[in-house]
């Protein structure tokens, strides 16, 4: 115990810095072999700055753009330069612009708005703050105040600079309130379990410690840069530790309990308890562990970091409930379960009961429950077919209407939709002219211009002995190694689903007259993203499956019972699906779901579905070896109900936290897991599963020498069964 104190005062430090070491620009995790990734090398080299990508924020002013007004937000673009930002260590925003910008007002042709683009340098506004929070957020806030100050006009900042700030904001409270929600959560439902004011302490303050020494190791990993961290990940990987932490507390408390009616001893109860559910809880672990892992083979970085980030959750929840947990409960008297303190009596009240009745129905009509229960998976299911997979805009991203959202809508009332952030095609220079011919009679296309050299026009203009500035020189494109960049902008915004549908025609036009050029930018970077999460879920799905399931036969010594145990649960992810679907659509008002979203529910909710499972079926199998298969089914499920009904309310909260926070895919991945678990603790574990087994008897272990046994074996078919049962 001394031991993990000691650990845990070296990682919590580290746990509370996880946020600095955030990377939350989805354009950073494209693979080097996406277009818009190659697109990428090249198109810095047409920027002014040479070593770093711009992040464009955009301070939209709705108002009369007359000359007078157009003055005024030249001045705020002057003045924005000095304006200092805060816990920087006397930085301004000048000092995170890109080098040698220029802020110039550009009011709309409809003459009723002014928009000014601001070049921040991703590799400056990377550098955390003093207070060890993202820069970005407290640089866009001191621009919207600065805007504010702008008489006659309504501003809002936006673009890409702009959504992300709201996204650091909205990832900002993860540190905070979603932990402490969950904690809150988490301890209602101990304190109702166990009706204790103490025992509830032990697991919350076992999960803790695993939560701090899962976040201290993720820490140290990102900070060297061996896996990146994005603020989605750190909120799955509070919820996940906690969750199953407390799971696998549920799962130990309860046997340890068992035993003590059975032994005198506190430590011999806990030797016999901890046998009984380290293989369990080791197999659960590896089983989750394993599945996560398989999300290494994504080719997106922010999927990858996915798995050992939470992973590292996992692993730190088996190890602190195995060692630390069984230490303090072995230390408490047995008063700590007051008011049901156990006795040395040889009984178990968890023999009689609700789950001692619903065990019994399950026995008398087992072809009846699972044709019941399978069917309605099945009508469930059909609906998921409708869940789509073009994904989520940025403005679709939020619960809600952060002034970045509201900025982009307006914008589009006035501009290009995808003005301030154009799609960049880069071409030989002797294909310029056809390709910008080309891509002007694409439909959805606004503008095709090239990216001027800045520098030749200043130097034309300085030899013509004119007035500085670029004005009525003749426009000079760019040229980089016989190559030219053309900045395409589109009508619709550029995050938009419209927008990233126009990628494939644009590179079609461009390919189809200049083999070699390359489209990127944000809007191809989206689709590339799109176009590798439904790579990913093609090939990490089956591979997840087929890990699990031999982790199952492993475990059950039988191949019969784990492709039962994994087609049920793939059955629910789809039952889960289909819900998902109905709800997100007509309840939420969801514009979509997130390209992330099909693969994230189904590693969590097979991977922690197959837990219960687990719990169950080795239950089921201890029991079958002394009394038979189906008396075992049914006492498996009488003794395991109440503690993994437990567990997956408790598991399902954490995820529900989720959904509090106001962005959407953090929402639906949290409804989607905590309504999968329910889905699976309370149908899928408590009837299809026993159904099943208890119709294919003691075929259920094939071929382990437990199949060809049949030991104290259940007479009459298969609707006879006891009311209880009794070991």
């Not at 189809?512 to 590339?528: F, M, R």
């Not at 009459?716 to 009794?726: L, M």
Request: aromatic share 8%.
């Amino acid at each position: 115990m001394l031991s993990w104190l000691a650990i845990s005062g070296i990682t919590g430090p580290l746990f509370g810095k996880l946020t600095s070491v955030q990377k939350n620009d989805n354009s950073n995790f494209l693979p080097a072999s996406a277009e818009s990734t190659k697109a990428g090398t090249f198109s810095v080299q047409f920027s002014d700055q040479k070593d770093s990508s711009i992040l464009p924020a955009l301070v939209l002013f709705s108002g009369k753009a007359d000359p007078t007004n157009v003055v005024k937000v030249a001045g705020f673009a002057k003045s924005l330069l000095a304006r200092p930002v805060a816990d920087s260590g006397g930085q301004t925003i000048g000092d995170y612009l890109a080098a040698n910008s220029k802020l110039i007002p550009i009011p709309s042709k409809d003459g009723k708005a002014v928009i000014v683009s601001i070049p921040l340098d991703n590799k400056k506004i990377a550098i955390p703050l003093e207070n060890n929070k993202p820069a970005l957020g407290a640089i866009v806030k001191e621009i919207r105040a600065a805007a504010s100050e702008v008489p006659t006009f309504e501003s809002h900042v936006t673009g890409i600079g702009g959504i992300l700030a709201d996204l650091f904001d909205s990832f900002g409270s993860l540190d905070s309130s979603l932990l402490g929600t969950t904690l809150a959560v988490v301890a209602l439902i101990l304190i109702f379990v166990y009706r204790s004011p103490i025992l509830w302490m032990l697991p919350l303050f076992g999960s803790l410690i695993a939560l701090t020494v899962a976040g201290g190791m993720v820490y140290l990993l990102a900070k060297e840069g061996v896996i990146d961290l994005d603020g989605q990940s750190q909120g799955i990987l509070d919820v996940l530790t906690i969750g199953a932490a407390t799971d696998y507390a549920l799962l130990m408390i309860a046997r340890y309990r068992e035993e003590l009616h059975h032994y005198d001893s506190r430590i011999l109860a806990m030797k016999k308890a901890w046998r009984a559910v380290v293989e369990p809880i080791i197999a659960s672990g590896l089983t989750v562990i394993f599945g996560l892992m398989v999300l290494t083979l994504s080719l997106l970085k922010s999927v990858r970091s996915l798995g050992p980030v939470a992973a590292l959750g996992i692993f730190s929840a088996q190890l602190v409930m195995l060692t630390l947990l069984p230490a303090l409960l072995v230390l408490a008297p047995r008063w700590i379960f007051w008011p049901k303190v156990p006795k040395h009596d040889d009984t178990d009240e968890r023999l009689s009961g609700i789950w001692s009745r619903i065990a019994g129905a399950v026995g008398r009509k087992p072809r009846r429950t699972w044709v019941a229960s399978g069917l309605f998976l099945i009508i469930a299911t059909a609906f998921a077919t409708q869940i789509g997979g073009a994904g989520l805009s940025q403005t679709d991203a939020f619960t809600g209407k952060p002034d970045s959202v509201i900025g982009l809508t307006k914008l589009a009332e006035h501009f290009p939709g995808g003005a301030g952030d154009p799609t960049l095609v880069i071409v030989p220079v002797a294909d310029a002219k056809k390709v910008t011919a080309a891509l002007e009679k694409t439909e959805g296309v606004a503008t095709v211009t090239p990216t001027l050299d800045k520098a030749a026009m200043a130097a034309a203009l300085d030899a013509t002995g004119g007035p500085g500035g670029l004005v009525g020189i003749v426009p000079i494109p760019k040229i980089v190694d016989g190559l030219t960049q053309l900045e395409v902008t589109l009508v619709k915004p550029a995050d938009s689903k419209d927008a990233k549908a126009l990628i494939p025609v644009i590179r079609d036009v461009v390919h189809g007259i200049s083999p070699t050029g390359l489209v990127g930018g944000t809007t191809a970077a989206n689709y590339d993203i799109q176009q590798a999460e439904a790579r990913d879920l093609r090939v990490i799905v089956p591979i997840a499956l087929l890990v699990i399931g031999i982790i199952l036969a492993i475990l059950l010594r039988s191949l019969v019972a784990p492709v039962m145990l994994v087609f049920t649960t793939v059955l629910s992810f789809g039952a889960t699906l289909g819900i998902c679907h109905l709800v997100f659509k007509y309840i939420f008002g969801f514009k979509g779901t997130d390209g992330a979203f099909p693969l994230y529910t189904f590693i969590f909710l097979v991977a922690l579905g197959i837990d219960y499972n687990i719990f169950l079926m080795t239950r089921v199998r201890e029991e079958a070896q002394k009394i038979g298969t189906r008396a075992g089914i049914i006492k498996g499920v009488t003794v395991t109900g109440g503690v993994i009904t437990s567990a997956g309310i408790v598991l399902a909260a954490t995820f529900a936290v989720l959904a509090t926070l106001p962005l959407v895919i953090l929402a639906e991945i949290g409804f989607a897991v905590a309504f999968g678990v329910l889905l699976d603790t309370i149908i899928v574990r408590s009837l299809l599963v026993p159904a099943l087994a208890y119709e294919m008897n003691h075929f259920t272990w094939w071929p382990s020498k437990l199949s060809k046994e049949v030991i104290g074996e259940l007479q009459g078919g298969s609707d006879a069964a006891p009311e209880s049962v009794n070991a």
